[in-house]
């Protein structure tokens, strides 16, 4: 047990990897669960608990170059490869990520709508409100905003599947088909994004560097000074590494939670479709069940689109050399082609490419996801926070391990 002094210390740096899982649980990935469970029931709950591993140990190395570095892993890139492989790197996932603003959009049009509210007001609402949380200058109370959004779309899923009951479906299921395979591709892209590689380290680096100066004294010796950052680090280390645990089982869990609460709905409903999702919904756990998983949605996919608007501009500003303070006009340009979208093109021609998108993710991760492997084991970059022998092999384990299955899907 910690006593109140030990939790203390841990909770201060409470917050990045957090968020940046909960964030993982966006609408793309509600959608998939749920398409997860309407096809296959409960069938893949043993993917998804066993997709906790990978999950932790790339969420972890992200967050363990942000405790060393005190830089985001843009910032790392160009500093020890080159500027352009930083663009290079980070490119593609700010390219896609204006597909995923969209399907974020959606989400939160698709849960308002449950209460009546139309697109054409909620979106260019959620829009202002998304670009006041995100132009903040201070990371710390858009923490506090995301931290609050973050319990409300846990409690609301799991009322969601409260209401809709648990049922004797089997939890496991394996079928070596074409559909099946590109099922369990869907999972895994949904599993890591490449935003969610940027913003740990991004958000970490933020809140261990400003911690170090805060509790820093000036006047004491060197040498007692170089001591207490290297403990504040190792507390740093170990609070991230709890906190990413707890985060990948927690968001993992709500993907289980979606699926379960989804089993039973037909396979053939149009979950971009107001009527079509809540008549199947209302029919198999009753006429509030809509009305809660809305509210998990609207959650998911509000705090996925801050969270991913900081992690895509912090990783591309890194990259191009620029402060992370000035990214408003990224998130700006991003942001805006993707309201409107959303806005004119109809629900049903972007839903369908959803599935599809999540796939390309497990793609846009390698370029990043290789570095970052690279950049962890590296002494000169990490000194004693460098991977070790078995932490590598796990961690390029995972990597082949979440790319075979893109390569799975696309055969």
Do not use: C
């Amino acid at each position: 047990m910690l006593n109140k002094g030990t939790f203390r210390k841990y909770i201060r740096f409470f917050g990045p990897a957090w968020l940046v899982m909960m964030a993982d649980m966006d609408a793309s990935s509600t959608i998939g669960a749920a398409e997860t469970g309407a096809i296959f029931k409960y069938g893949l709950i043993w993917f998804m608990i066993l997709l906790i591993i990978p999950l932790y140990l790339v969420q972890e190395t992200s967050g363990r170059i942000g405790v060393a570095t005190e830089k985001g892993l843009g910032e790392v890139i160009r500093d020890n490869y080159s500027h352009n492989i930083a663009i290079i790197t980070t490119l593609p996932m700010v390219l896609t990520d204006v597909l995923t603003y969209i399907i974020e959009y959606l989400g939160i049009a698709i849960g308002l709508s449950f209460f009546g509210i139309p697109i054409i007001f909620s979106l260019p609402v959620f829009y202002l409100i998304h670009l006041a949380v995100v132009i903040r200058r201070k990371y710390g109370m858009t923490e506090s905003i995301l931290l609050l959004v973050s319990v409300s779309l846990i409690v609301a899923f799991l009322a969601t599947l409260f209401v809709r009951g648990i049922k004797p479906y089997n939890p496991v299921y394996i079928v070596p088909s074409p559909d099946f395979l590109f099922i369990l591709a869907v999972n895994v892209g949904a599993v890591i994004m490449p935003f969610m590689l940027f913003f740990q380290a991004s958000a970490t680096a933020e809140k261990v560097s400003h911690i170090r100066i805060s509790v820093m004294d000036k006047d004491i010796p060197d040498g007692s000074r170089n001591t207490k950052i290297s403990g504040l680090k190792a507390t740093a280390l170990k609070s991230m590494r709890i906190e990413t645990l707890l985060g990948a089982v927690v968001s993992e869990m709500l993907m289980v939670i979606v699926e379960m609460a989804m089993s039973g709905i037909n396979p053939d409903t149009n979950f971009a479709s107001i009527s079509e999702l809540s008549n199947g919904l209302s029919a198999i756990a009753g006429a509030y069940s809509p009305y809660l998983f809305g509210i998990g949605l609207i959650g998911a996919a509000f705090l996925a689109l801050v969270v991913i608007s900081l992690g895509s501009a912090w990783g591309f500003m890194e990259a191009l050399g620029i402060k992370r303070e000035k990214s408003s006009t990224v998130y700006i340009l991003e942001s805006f082609p993707a309201v409107i979208i959303a806005l004119i093109i109809p629900a049903t021609m972007l839903i369908n490419t959803v599935l599809d998108l999540l796939v390309v993710f497990v793609f846009v991760l390698i370029g990043p996801g290789m570095l970052m492997g690279m950049i962890a084991r590296n002494r000169s970059i990490m000194s004693d926070y460098s991977t070790s022998r078995k932490g590598e092999i796990a961690y390029w384990a995972s990597m082949v391990f979440i790319i075979i299955f893109g390569i799975l899907a696309m055969t």
